[in-house]
């Protein structure tokens, strides 16, 4: 029942009728246009709505609002639990024109836990068989770096923000202002250092923790022993590396033992290096495997390397990673061709740090999924260290980049997405959608079509003439939309509205309202 609840919301998302056609094609006619930003919204929030006319009188609303309306202006609505369509009506010189507009209010997703992953399946599911859109958050020192109040106030953040998941150390050895003790000033090891004594104190927070995150439905991918960049002093492969292989057991023993009764852990094991001596891993997994109910496994590699590549054979390795920051498409293909397991992009740039900026985050996530990822992780400074020592200096307070604009793109991202069925989506990687305009590296665009040929996507990182073939999809319309990433603000203006026999050629367009370079291209089968 849920799968159909969700495929009627996809059908019914953003349905908008102008009666007037396409008015940037007909400048010498009457247009009504009206635009939603967000076009989607949760239950209870806000839209902006704001429209605009050319050669009318006068005009009226209908639909989820009424009465007489000025030729331009901007208004608050509220839909509330329901979809509500915004319609205008306007008197042009050869009759009424009319515009219409659908806020969508989606009904939310329902994440049953364990997760699997199905060799041969490009994106997880959960314990009841549901495809699951994985839409993660760096939130490495939640567990070192923050005090209950700052835990509930983080993860109520991210639910109602789409996000499912979260990245985090289960013990920290810099990126936190008292690391490796906690925001408590309890540290994890009673003789500091030594895997063989773990203080329960500090490890009941951290299952409180994990368990807060298991309430709200997010996912916890768990590093139990982050190894650190290069092996050096970020992370623990030093002591590691010093200890038996008893002992590393011993402690992945403890450790599955001590959060065995939580279903939502997906255990991640390195940490942006791959040792030399693999037994800090291979021994660790193997404690916690002896203890804990397992489910998915995978790992944090250095960057450049992908868990498939460093640790294929393990038998603890059900989900596949990617951590580049070269242009996300081109090593997502090739690790897609390579291996069998589900991938996900676990780490690229992040928003606030040198090189990153909330279009960057949204370029990296959009070539992820279009790509064929089951899911990708946003990162953003200082949100990740929760004020800690960072790697870099931020202006910012980690409240503050709760509400960044990356974490607003990444909120729009899994709102379009999730709003259609987005587990049929294949990658256009043949340019059989895209013919001309794909680009290259960071510039370029990403399509994927649904297998039954129902609907597309395009992503184009910046403005370029494109031409596209429509024979992939079903018809016998296609309509074609465009979304603004940074915001979700969708127009009632249809593209264009073609045969699955047309050839299209559209030109470039200048950076949207928002001022940002990147667009989405929705193409529907109508």
């Keep these: 029942m849920a799968l159909l609840r969700a495929i009627r919301v996809a059908a019914l998302l953003l349905t908008v009728v102008a009666a007037a056609g396409c008015h940037g094609s007909m400048s010498g006619s009457a247009w009504v246009e009206i635009r939603a930003q967000p076009a989607i919204v949760a239950p209870g929030e806000p839209t902006t709505l704001s429209w605009s006319t050319s050669k009318v009188t006068g005009c009226r609303a209908s639909g989820s609002w009424t009465g007489p309306r000025p030729l331009s202006g901007t208004l608050a609505a509220t839909p509330g639990n329901s979809a509500a369509v915004f319609r205008l009506s306007c008197a042009g010189a050869d009759g009424v024109v009319t515009s219409e507009i659908r806020v969508t209010v989606p009904e939310e997703t329902r994440l049953v836990f364990p997760l699997h992953a199905v060799t041969g399946q490009r994106y997880l599911s959960d314990a009841e068989g549901r495809p699951v859109l994985l839409q993660g958050d760096a939130a490495w020192s939640l567990i070192a770096a923050t005090r209950r109040d700052d835990v509930d106030r983080y993860l109520d953040d991210r639910r109602a923000r789409g996000f499912n998941a979260v990245i985090v150390n289960l013990v920290e050895h810099k990126f936190a202002v008292n690391a490796p003790a906690n925001a408590y000033g309890i540290a994890p090891f009673r003789i500091p250092g030594d895997f063989s004594t773990p203080d329960d104190a500090y490890f009941e927070y951290a299952d409180w923790v994990i368990g807060s995150a298991e309430r709200r439905q997010i996912a916890v991918f768990l590093a139990p022993g982050y190894l650190g960049y290069g092996g050096g002093d970020e992370g623990w492969y030093r002591e590691l590396a010093a200890s038996s292989p008893e002992k590393l057991r011993a402690y992945g023993a403890y450790v599955g033992e001590r959060f065995r009764t939580h279903h939502n852990i997906v255990w991640v094991f390195g940490g942006d290096y791959n040792p030399p001596n693999?037994?800090?891993?291979?021994?660790?997994?193997?404690?916690?495997?002896?203890?804990?109910?397992?489910?998915?496994?995978?790992?944090?590699?250095?960057?450049?390397?992908?868990?498939?590549?460093?640790?294929?054979?393990?038998?603890?390795?059900?989900?596949?990673?990617?951590?580049?920051?070269?242009?996300?498409?081109?090593?997502?293909?090739?690790?897609?061709?390579?291996?069998?397991?589900?991938?996900?992009?676990?780490?690229?740039?992040?928003?606030?740090?040198?090189?990153?900026?909330?279009?960057?985050?949204?370029?990296?996530?959009?070539?992820?999924?279009?790509?064929?990822?089951?899911?990708?992780?946003?990162?953003?400074?200082?949100?990740?260290?929760?004020?800690?020592?960072?790697?870099?200096?931020?202006?910012?307070?980690?409240?503050?980049?709760?509400?960044?604009?990356?974490?607003?793109?990444?909120?729009?991202?899994?709102?379009?997405?999730?709003?259609?069925?987005?587990?049929?989506?294949?990658?256009?990687?043949?340019?059989?959608?895209l013919h001309k305009g794909i680009g290259m590296g960071y510039q370029r665009a990403t399509a994927a079509i649904a297998r039954d040929g129902s609907f597309a996507l395009l992503y184009l990182p910046s403005p370029r003439r494109v031409t596209l073939r429509l024979s992939k999809l079903m018809g016998p319309t296609i309509e074609a939309r465009w979304f603004e990433p940074g915001t979700g603000a969708m127009s009632s203006t249809v593209e264009f509205a073609k045969s699955p026999n047309a050839v299209i050629d559209l030109p470039a367009r200048s950076v949207n309202a928002h001022g940002a370079d990147d667009r989405l291209l929705l193409l529907t089968s109508r």
Excluded at 325 to 346: C, G, K, M
Excluded at 405 to 431: A, C, F, H
């Design 278 to 433: 693999r037994m800090v891993v291979t021994q660790l997994a193997a404690g916690v495997a002896a203890t804990a109910p397992f489910g998915l496994g995978t790992a944090h590699c250095a960057p450049e390397s992908a868990a498939s590549d460093v640790w294929k054979g393990e038998p603890w390795l059900t989900l596949n990673t990617a951590y580049t920051y070269r242009p996300v498409a081109a090593v997502a293909e090739s690790l897609l061709h390579s291996s069998r397991l589900p991938l996900v992009l676990i780490e690229s740039r992040y928003e606030g740090e040198p090189g990153g900026s909330a279009q960057r985050a949204r370029v990296q996530a959009y070539q992820a999924l279009l790509t064929g990822t089951g899911g990708q992780f946003f990162g953003m400074s200082p949100l990740w260290h929760f004020n800690g020592p960072g790697n870099f200096p931020s202006p910012l307070r980690w409240e503050q980049g709760l509400a960044s604009e990356g974490s607003v793109s990444m909120t729009q991202l899994g709102r379009i997405m999730r709003s259609r069925r987005w587990w049929l989506l294949e990658p256009d990687t043949g340019g059989s959608l």
